[in-house]
DNA sequence: ATTCTATTGAAAATTATTTTCAGTAAAGGG
DNA sequence: CCCTTTACTGAAAATAATTTTCAATAGAAT
């Protein structure tokens, strides 16, 4: 039951082992947006004991692939999202952040046209290959509006 | 010779100290991407010495404010960036990061109308205030790109 | 099976940032 | 202008997420 981020890893020469299946698996089923120590809390709920320091790890090497998205939303610790497209489905989305409490909202938008249009144009203007990009909005959610 | 910043804090009811003072005037200085260390050098080797924690204070005021963005490169160190209107023309601008050697490059959009759109849009959707955005583009630079 | 070396867990280290605390200095009333 | 109040500062200690170290283990290849 390999699954497709395990499948990258191995391409990439990393070695298959028994905790970095038991992560990239947990990925899938974790929150959305989870932090490192709220997987390693997930995971001690439930399969398997993998140390902090290999989740680390496995996160990074995940996140220099960019198979995952590494976020810092102010609260002190990063969070990190699935970046790979499901089935057919783009995952590709972005935030709106509430400065005031942190509340976090997915969003999706048709904005993508115009955003090739300017990777381009930045492509040839700074000699840049653009892999990917994030948009941010920040604002105050309609609790912390009211004050 | 009170500066733009410091009136801010003043008017939130902020003290007006030598320090504040010190840091404030800085901000137009030293170089657009710092980071409180870099400040804090800048300041060693001129004016006066302000001690990191008041510099860290006081950077946390002014994000909080909203007169400077705090933006996360990927360095393991923050960086700050003012946020103000420059006279007549507008500071606003977004980041395209190499995502190898981490080198940054300004560049500004003439985008805003469809993020205009798009904050209106996501405004009554999700009844948020929107006050600000961030877009990142990530790639390689042409140093970077060849390998 | 054996060897080679990447990987792991536990603990220690790192390091940017925040907090503590005693001394200092704004701000405002008299 | 002096006095009182209390925010502010610097230095040092604390914090806490992340990274590194290191000895033991287990993939992978021959």
Known sequence: ???????????????????????????????????????????????????????????????????????DFGEGTYRYELNITNGNKDTHHHHLVCVKCGKLIDFESDFFPQLNHLAEKLSQEHRFIIIDHELTLFGYCKQCASD
Chains 1, 2 share one sequence.
């Open 1 to 71: 039951m390999a699954n497709r981020l395990m499948d990258a890893l191995g391409i990439k020469g990393y070695r298959v082992t028994l905790e970095r299946s038991i992560i990239t698996d947990s990925l899938q089923k974790v929150e959305p947006h989870f932090t490192a120590e709220g997987l390693y809390r997930f995971l001690q709920k439930r399969r398997s004991r993998v140390s902090l320091a290999t989740i680390y790890r496995t996160l990074s090497a995940l996140t220099q692939m960019r198979l995952i998205k590494k976020f």
